[in-house]
């Protein structure tokens, strides 16, 4: 790690969203998710699955009287939707939506507990059982949760309340956990605690946050084994519960975090650890901590990542397998586990800016992020398959867990307001700052208040991706400064071409490490013209990708694309594209075009009755269309295909 | 149904078989198989999980004192080895192995209750529970093992002992279970006492036999549930155990049988309710019950089989899923379930010879029957794979009923026993006769002596099937007779040759449903010459049959044949064959010819680190070698395939 490289994200408030693109998003989260969620918290939605969790506050708070609901990271569900509304006051104020959330917030604050506890299912339904099953429990899971609101919250507001209770909470956890001599040597059953403390310590400056950020980072899969202990204490024996036989990996403390190589286990656990590895590293220098997340990065998005930026290769765990075993069908790609790829994508770059870090973000958020959410805002994936035949999600138990549409909610509610949290705050994403150098990641209609070297300065990026590669950058330094405006040149990109104030320049000596650096005195008028060319582009996989071979995906820019029945009919399986036939852009679909080309259909009318026969089927010309693959599952249920056969290969 | 076409099989001491393939393997069952399983029931088997088989009749026989062990089952795996002892008692006699048996039967005559209730679980471990629970507790599926040893062993030896002991307790049964007022109106939870009073019938001639199977066979399914019934009189809700969600198809008890169209449910019980559907059907001539017995086949074979002949499309509930659902890697495809096929099968044709349920039946034995044990007789597969990946077997939850390797002996011994019974009786799926006809359905170095329009026959069939595709057929009746000898010409030859006397005759006017039928008057030194081409074949799959779709299987008789790791190095999904490429028969391997034609193969080398890229993997020629499906497994752990990508499609 090199210090000086460090590209720090820039605050949500520096940056406001005017995009085509993500506006329409952050709206619907808005106008739709949010208020949906808050009903649903609330148990108002009729038909709905109950979730309980604010009534769960009311009785740990001895406000009414009533048993614990839900799961034990219950209380998780309104800590996300408060991050997501603290995001959305940020950009949007809105006193109404704020008053709720302050409710919320001393509805909190009674439920906490004198010495600083907070845990709704604890409080009511185990009061004796705190701290006594972290593998399991969720309690730092949803201490961490609060922890980010409480940020989001404060930095959204200068209200404190919620940041109170945060670090009442957490110093309670520092009394109870820690390598001093009566402490639990825990760490979180399931991660995320790790980065919120990083991110109170960016708040607060204080030294004490951090190093419980650090200690929970070492301490993992430390031997003697904290679950051991933890199972001996209880009295328990041989690891009860799920996932009995890989208790360690499963929660990613199989190994102390710096011998961890290979992408492993429950795959959101996985990837909020390495984004938690990540911040630890930032702000401690550590170089050891650093590389470990380089080498894990390193195998999860060239061994185990899906081309739409989706992890998770198998239900059982919802985890992580073994490099090149990604199937199409009975995967897990979790929204979640994209979501936090994001998070960790996002870490490295600030970490170390390199393109392949943007790379995945982009592709993660265009494709196996957005997918989990539907067109109109109302509907959300857990899982996200890369390919679907509605009957095999009806009719096989090991396709159970694959919805063929999405659906109203979860009584496991983790996606959708993760989702939230997230698209609220997409303008996090856009940009980093480096001492000297302002670096651009994502390509969206925006504009940037921060300043550079010194001096303030005001940015504006004008353009309609994904939908077309052009984008026109205006620079506003208060006065003439002299930084580098580095441009994200995407990988996916063969051939983009550069002006400066309507002069062309080659960006080929300008690349470095996938962005053009474009180091000048910039003034105020400054036009900088990035034009990203975006045919449709067929994408390949790995020859030992198995779910790959003889197949073809589409691409185009940023977006995957992928066949439907809506558009193809029923048997995907019996279409293959020509390696040599053109593919076009055509009508648009929910704002992106859609593919279309010619493509050779297997027949089944010549077929006849038999299943196998010494004669092969024949094949009719036919056209195909294929559609952004966030975008699929919004007009009615069906199959559903991203990589498709190839003919002629 | 057509009762004068019926064409009833002739009994195992009429055949004597001396040929090159099958009589290795019952040569393997005679010598290892039968004496490992004796051990094995005897515990006594070093290293091997404990049967307890033997010591739970010793238990329930007073002999000594102790718990039940093992499933509630356990009976039948001493019956089918009983079954297997007899089969080889038939065609080659062994004083020891009979005094052996004799001893077994002894007691289990111990451990009959005075009533007849014969079945050591519940007698030792739930006395008070007999017949409360036949959804799941096997009661009179132990019964119909029994009964299928008595016959077998009565016929093999004409003693009666076994032959008692099962009709005391079928008599038992009948008290128990019938349409009359106070009975129970049940049925078998697994199948296959139908089909085995329906051979005590034969034995027996006793009508009660024949009614008592008729009456399993009418009431299943049947409104009011007897499940219900059942669980209600247990005092139980919401039908407990295993399968909750299907808890009538399961047993393919959610619709009277007349009205199921559809192959549901466990495949084994499926396969074994079917052919007793099919006995029951030829000895009543009950039509509506042979159409529901066609329509269940023709669902089965051409909707829901493995090009192996494999069946059972999912691990949960060992079950058929739906239409063209055949997943090469996921599939339960028991070895058990191939064998009920071949039951089912050899019903189908005695009901009505026709081509189509022999070379069914071919399928079945020579591909996914005999994959399920190895060359040397000492391992067994129990899931048939026609797709493996080591490390999916090891390292993927849903794979993980799948063995990559042969295993010693199952704790669930059902597949190895039913093999040996299988094999050892496999001189009684040559031949069947009609009032005037010799229907000959698969070839085999055999011997038959038995009597046709009057006249006693020998006749001598010499090849060196499915090596070669010569038949040199001898026929010598003891005087001059008339009759049919119908040659069946499999289904896969496209080009079959036949003489009389070294006279060519053109076999396609002869044709019916599948077999020559040579009519004429046989002497004695009357010679048939059937000329059988075998051809390396490309077997291509319907175009609905997604698991098949831009692949090709290899196909050379009636034997399927698969790529392995051991002649083809790693990652096989890299491999394609051209479409146009020549496949030709190269080295033997145990016994039978392998393929080896050009193919191309993607090339890991130059495609460098990333997981996707927008240009093609490059490919490289190479050759292939494929081996037959049965033998595969038999030299080291390794990769195997039986869809093949195929270039140019």
Redesign the interface.
């Given at each position: 790690m090199h210090p000086h490289r460090l590209a720090k994200a820039l605050p949500l408030e520096a940056v406001s969203l005017h995009d085509a693109f993500w506006s329409r998003y952050v709206q619907l989260v808005h106008e739709k998710v949010i208020p949906y969620q808050w009903e649903a918290l609330n148990d108002r939605v009729p038909g709905a699955e109950k979730s309980h969790a604010i009534e769960n506050f009311r009785i740990a708070a001895g406000l009414v009287s009533g048993d614990f609901h839900g799961y034990v990271f219950q209380d998780s569900d309104l800590y996300k939707w408060l991050e997501a509304v603290a995001y959305r006051l940020t950009t949007h104020p809105d006193a109404a939506l704020e008053a709720q959330a302050d409710a919320a917030i001393t509805l909190i604050g009674q439920a906490q507990q004198p010495d600083g506890y907070l845990n709704t299912h604890f409080t009511v339904a185990q009061p004796g059982k705190r701290w006594t099953d972290e593998r399991r429990k969720h309690e730092l899971y949803c201490a961490g949760h609060l922890v980010e609101a409480a940020v989001a919250y404060t930095q959204a507001t200068g209200k404190r309340s919620l940041l109170e209770i945060a670090c009442r909470f957490v110093d309670h956890i520092a009394t109870v956990f820690g390598p001093e001599p009566g402490k639990k040597r825990g760490y979180p059953g399931h991660q995320v605690l790790e980065m919120a403390l990083v991110k109170l310590f960016h708040l607060t400056g204080e030294a004490r946050h951090l190093a419980l950020a650090s200690y929970f980072i070492d301490e993992r899969g430390r031997q003697p084994h904290f679950y051991d202990i933890e199972e001996e204490a209880r009295g328990e024996k041989g690891h009860q519960g799920y996932f009995e036989d890989y208790v360690y990996a499963y929660t990613q403390a199989h190994l102390p975090v710096r011998e961890q190589k290979v992408a492993a286990g429950h795959a959101v656990r996985a990837v909020y650890l390495y984004s938690g590895m990540a911040d630890v590293a930032m702000e401690t220098g550590d170089e050891s901590l650093a590389q470990a997340c380089r080498t894990l990065w390193?195998n999860m998005?060239?061994?185990q990542?899906y081309?739409t930026g989706a992890i998770g290769?198998?239900?059982?765990?919802e985890d992580f397998?073994?490099d090149f075993?990604l199937p199409n069908d009975?995967m897990y790609a979790e929204t979640c586990a994209s979501i936090g790829l994001v998070f960790f994508a996002h870490r490295m770059l600030q970490m170390e800016p390199r393109g392949e870090y943007a790379d995945v973000m982009e592709r993660a958020l265009y494709n196996g992020v957005l997918s989990g959410i539907s067109q109109d805002g109302e509907r959300f994936f857990y899982v996200n398959p890369l390919e679907v035949?509605p009957?095999?999600c009806a009719?096989?138990?090991?396709h159970r867990h694959v919805a063929a549409t999405r659906q109203p909610w979860f009584g496991c509610a983790c996606c959708p307001p993760n989702i939230a949290r997230l698209i609220t705050s997409i303008g996090q994403y856009l940009y980093t700052r480096s001492q000297d150098t302002l670096w651009v990641h994502l390509y969206a209609g925006s504009e940037l208040a921060c300043s550079i070297a010194g001096t303030p300065l005001h940015l504006r990026q004008l353009t309609t991706y994904p939908s077309e590669g052009h984008i026109r950058i205006e620079m506003a330094p208060e006065a003439p400064c002299s930084f580098t405006l580095a441009l994200r040149l995407p990988g996916?990109c063969?051939a983009p071409r550069l002006a400066i104030n309507g002069a062309s320049i080659d960006p080929a000596p300008l690349r470095r490490e996938g962005y053009a650096m474009l180091q000048r005195l910039w003034t105020k008028g400054d036009v900088v013209e990035l034009d990203l060319p975006m045919p449709v582009?067929?994408?390949?996989?790995?020859?030992?990708?198995?779910s790959g071979?003889?197949r073809?995906?589409i691409?185009r820019g940023p977006v995957v694309y992928c066949l439907e029945e809506a558009d193809n009919g029923t048997?995907l399986?019996?279409l293959?594209i020509p390696?040599e036939a053109p593919l076009e852009t055509t009508t648009a679909l929910f704002g992106l075009p859609t593919v279309e080309g010619p493509a050779l259909r297997?027949?089944?009318g010549p077929?006849g009755?038999?299943?196998?026969?010494?004669?092969?089927?024949e094949?009719e010309s036919c056209r195909f269309r294929a559609v952004p693959y966030h975008a699929w599952g919004n007009r009615g249920a069906g199959e559903m295909q991203v990589w498709i056969?190839e003919?002629?290969?």
């Amino acid at each position: 790690m090199h210090p000086h490289r460090l590209a720090k994200a820039l605050p949500l408030e520096a940056v406001s969203l005017h995009d085509a693109f993500w506006s329409r998003y952050v709206q619907l989260v808005h106008e739709k998710v949010i208020p949906y969620q808050w009903e649903a918290l609330n148990d108002r939605v009729p038909g709905a699955e109950k979730s309980h969790a604010i009534e769960n506050f009311r009785i740990a708070a001895g406000l009414v009287s009533g048993d614990f609901h839900g799961y034990v990271f219950q209380d998780s569900d309104l800590y996300k939707w408060l991050e997501a509304v603290a995001y959305r006051l940020t950009t949007h104020p809105d006193a109404a939506l704020e008053a709720q959330a302050d409710a919320a917030i001393t509805l909190i604050g009674q439920a906490q507990q004198p010495d600083g506890y907070l845990n709704t299912h604890f409080t009511v339904a185990q009061p004796g059982k705190r701290w006594t099953d972290e593998r399991r429990k969720h309690e730092l899971y949803c201490a961490g949760h609060l922890v980010e609101a409480a940020v989001a919250y404060t930095q959204a507001t200068g209200k404190r309340s919620l940041l109170e209770i945060a670090c009442r909470f957490v110093d309670h956890i520092a009394t109870v956990f820690g390598p001093e001599p009566g402490k639990k040597r825990g760490y979180p059953g399931h991660q995320v605690l790790e980065m919120a403390l990083v991110k109170l310590f960016h708040l607060t400056g204080e030294a004490r946050h951090l190093a419980l950020a650090s200690y929970f980072i070492d301490e993992r899969g430390r031997q003697p084994h904290f679950y051991d202990i933890e199972e001996e204490a209880r009295g328990e024996k041989g690891h009860q519960g799920y996932f009995e036989d890989y208790v360690y990996a499963y929660t990613q403390a199989h190994l102390p975090v710096r011998e961890q190589k290979v992408a492993a286990g429950h795959a959101v656990r996985a990837v909020y650890l390495y984004s938690g590895m990540a911040d630890v590293a930032m702000e401690t220098g550590d170089e050891s901590l650093a590389q470990a997340c380089r080498t894990l990065w390193a195998n999860m998005t060239r061994r185990q990542m899906y081309v739409t930026g989706a992890i998770g290769s198998q239900e059982y765990g919802e985890d992580f397998t073994f490099d090149f075993d990604l199937p199409n069908d009975t995967m897990y790609a979790e929204t979640c586990a994209s979501i936090g790829l994001v998070f960790f994508a996002h870490r490295m770059l600030q970490m170390e800016p390199r393109g392949e870090y943007a790379d995945v973000m982009e592709r993660a958020l265009y494709n196996g992020v957005l997918s989990g959410i539907s067109q109109d805002g109302e509907r959300f994936f857990y899982v996200n398959p890369l390919e679907v035949w509605p009957e095999a999600c009806a009719g096989r138990h090991d396709h159970r867990h694959v919805a063929a549409t999405r659906q109203p909610w979860f009584g496991c509610a983790c996606c959708p307001p993760n989702i939230a949290r997230l698209i609220t705050s997409i303008g996090q994403y856009l940009y980093t700052r480096s001492q000297d150098t302002l670096w651009v990641h994502l390509y969206a209609g925006s504009e940037l208040a921060c300043s550079i070297a010194g001096t303030p300065l005001h940015l504006r990026q004008l353009t309609t991706y994904p939908s077309e590669g052009h984008i026109r950058i205006e620079m506003a330094p208060e006065a003439p400064c002299s930084f580098t405006l580095a441009l994200r040149l995407p990988g996916w990109c063969r051939a983009p071409r550069l002006a400066i104030n309507g002069a062309s320049i080659d960006p080929a000596p300008l690349r470095r490490e996938g962005y053009a650096m474009l180091q000048r005195l910039w003034t105020k008028g400054d036009v900088v013209e990035l034009d990203l060319p975006m045919p449709v582009e067929r994408v390949w996989g790995h020859p030992a990708l198995r779910s790959g071979t003889g197949r073809v995906a589409i691409q185009r820019g940023p977006v995957v694309y992928c066949l439907e029945e809506a558009d193809n009919g029923t048997n995907l399986g019996a279409l293959a594209i020509p390696r040599e036939a053109p593919l076009e852009t055509t009508t648009a679909l929910f704002g992106l075009p859609t593919v279309e080309g010619p493509a050779l259909r297997l027949r089944e009318g010549p077929w006849g009755e038999a299943l196998y026969a010494s004669a092969p089927p024949e094949a009719e010309s036919c056209r195909f269309r294929a559609v952004p693959y966030h975008a699929w599952g919004n007009r009615g249920a069906g199959e559903m295909q991203v990589w498709i056969r190839e003919q002629g290969r």
